[in-house]
């Protein structure tokens, strides 16, 4: 929550100086200066574990809408799932992802993955990467689209691919293992 406030606040600041530049006061403004600053654009490879614990009565993932039926089409859950740095349920915290996730597909097994992943590990703390993307989870790797970020991640655009290292099919428990490739500047 902190790590996504930071980010709001950061994007805030950014925009403070469209306002203040403004004497006529205009709706916006052309402003001369290039919001990239001038830095080099480079490209990041993160690789971290997904948890999502649905079982229990301490889930990370919890269902909020669409049939009775959790595996049926339109099922939507939000979740807070732990993003850790290896396999290990317990290894370093180093964020979070937070968002819904719904079964989008009719007729195979996909999810809607509609997703902020909040870091707090090292330089990264108060960053974020959002993926909105296809999840076909039943396939062995899942690509899916990076489609912005936040503070070090500002302006971020890549894909992250998704791989389940472990699914318990009785319980609906899973981990899954990510790559992400980011640009950004
Ligand atoms: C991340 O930053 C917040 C403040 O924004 C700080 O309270 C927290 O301790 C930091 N976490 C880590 C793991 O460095």
Same mark, same amino acid.
Request: charge should be negative; hydrophobic fraction near 40%; charged fraction near 15%.
């Given at each position: 929550?902190?790590?996504?406030?930071?980010?709001?606040?950061?994007?805030?600041?950014?925009l403070?100086?469209?306002?203040?530049?403004?004497?006529?006061?205009?709706?916006?403004?052309?402003?001369?200066?290039?919001?990239?600053?001038?830095r080099?654009?480079?490209?990041?490879?993160?690789?971290f574990?997904?948890? +999502?614990?649905?079982?229990?009565? +301490?889930?990370?993932?919890?269902?909020?809408?669409?049939?009775?039926?959790?595996?049926?089409?339109?099922a939507?859950?939000?979740?807070?799932?732990?993003?850790?740095?290896?396999?290990?349920?317990?290894?370093?915290?180093?964020?979070?992802?937070?968002?819904?996730?719904?079964?989008?597909?009719?007729? *195979?097994?996909?999810?809607?993955?509609?997703?902020?992943?909040?870091?707090?590990?090292?330089?990264?703390?108060?960053?974020?990467?959002?993926?909105?993307?296809?999840?076909?989870?039943?396939? *062995?790797?899942?690509?899916?689209?990076?489609v912005?970020?936040?503070?070090?991640?500002?302006?971020?655009?890549?894909?992250?691919?998704?791989?389940?290292?472990?699914?318990?099919?009785k319980?609906?428990?899973?981990?899954?293992?990510?790559?992400?490739?980011?640009?950004?500047?």
């Amino acid at each position: 929550m902190a790590s996504f406030l930071n980010c709001t606040l950061f994007t805030f600041i950014l925009l403070i100086p469209t306002f203040i530049g403004n004497s006529d006061g205009a709706f916006s403004e052309e402003l001369s200066e290039n919001i990239l600053m001038n830095r080099m654009e480079k490209t990041t490879h993160l690789h971290f574990y997904l948890h +999502d614990i649905v079982s229990g009565n +301490d889930p990370s993932a919890v269902r909020i809408a669409g049939t009775s039926d959790t595996t049926g089409f339109g099922a939507t859950f939000i979740m807070d799932d732990a993003l850790t740095e290896g396999p290990n349920p317990t290894s370093r915290l180093i964020g979070r992802a937070q968002g819904l996730y719904s079964l989008a597909a009719q007729h *195979d097994t996909a999810l809607l993955m509609v997703v902020n992943y909040a870091f707090i590990g090292g330089k990264y703390n108060g960053s974020s990467i959002s993926i909105l993307g296809r999840n076909p989870v039943l396939n *062995d790797a899942r690509e899916m689209p990076i489609v912005g970020g936040c503070g070090l991640f500002r302006l971020a655009r890549g894909y992250a691919v998704a791989h389940s290292i472990s699914f318990d099919r009785k319980m609906g428990d899973a981990t899954v293992e990510y790559n992400v490739y980011v640009q950004h500047y």
